[in-house]
């Protein structure tokens, strides 16, 4: 149990939906990475939060979107859904901007 | 554009025997080397890594090796253990300061007993 958490575990959405990822980090991490890992594929980079602000963007679409709260959990909000965002998104966080990232279970989402 | 490359998609190895798994990259700016492990309905699993001002990095079975003109590194497990069977993946990070990572495909490690 790598300490980070994320909900749910399985979603199930038809294109054009929003739907909310969320995220919680280790306890005492100030940054949080989203990922997304399509069918036999790597996991891609798509944005990076420390302590509240955006750090780094990625390979992330217009209609997707993240923030970092106060209390460091983060959410991943994907809208405008098409069959393509079909994938398994994971989240990580490291004490600082260090590169050693603690993964969470992932998400896998299903769009219909 | 891949700029870290597994080109393995599978390794099957006899248990207590060397795996030996294998990375690439394409980025002359990567300065930072990990490896991740991951189990099915699990996320990755911090193993080891490398900085680029070493060449060699030991943990246990496990060895990182770094070829910074070849760009290239390796995993070496040994022995090999039927728990080892997972799905190993490369990962570096830049200069930039981002520290975000850029994954490879990824290697399925199957060790027979």
């Known amino acids: 149990d790598s300490g980070v958490t994320q909900t749910p575990k399985h979603l199930i959405t038809a294109t054009g939906q929003r739907v909310t990822l969320r995220c919680s980090p280790r306890?005492?991490?100030?940054?949080v990475y989203w990922y997304q890992q399509s069918l036999d594929q790597g996991l891609q980079f798509l944005i990076q939060y420390y302590n509240g602000e955006e750090r780094a963007k990625g390979n992330i679409l217009e209609r997707f979107s993240a923030q970092q709260f106060p209390d460091l959990h983060s959410e991943l909000n994907l809208s405008s859904l098409e069959l393509g965002d079909s994938a398994l998104y994971f989240c990580a966080s490291s004490p600082g901007l260090v590169n050693e990232q603690f993964f969470g279970p992932g998400t896998r989402l299903t769009v219909l | 554009d891949q700029q870290v490359k597994q080109n393995s998609p599978s390794l099957s190895v006899q248990e207590g025997r060397i795996s030996i798994l294998n990375c690439d990259y394409t980025?002359?700016?990567?300065?930072?080397f990990l490896w991740y492990k991951k189990y099915p309905a699990e996320g990755p699993t911090f193993l080891i890594s490398?900085?680029?001002?070493?060449d060699k990095n030991e943990d246990g079975r496990f060895t990182v090796f770094l070829n910074k003109s070849a760009k290239h590194l390796s995993l070496h497990i040994v022995p090999s253990q039927p728990g080892d069977s997972a799905v190993y993946f490369c990962?570096?990070?830049?200069?930039?300061?981002?520290?975000?990572?850029?994954f490879g495909t990824g290697t399925r490690l199957t060790v027979i007993p």
């Open positions: 306890s005492g991490d100030l940054s």
């Open positions: 990962a570096a990070s830049d200069q930039t300061g981002a520290n975000n990572l850029f």
């Open positions: 980025n002359s700016m990567f300065d930072y």
């Open positions: 490398i900085s680029s001002i070493k």
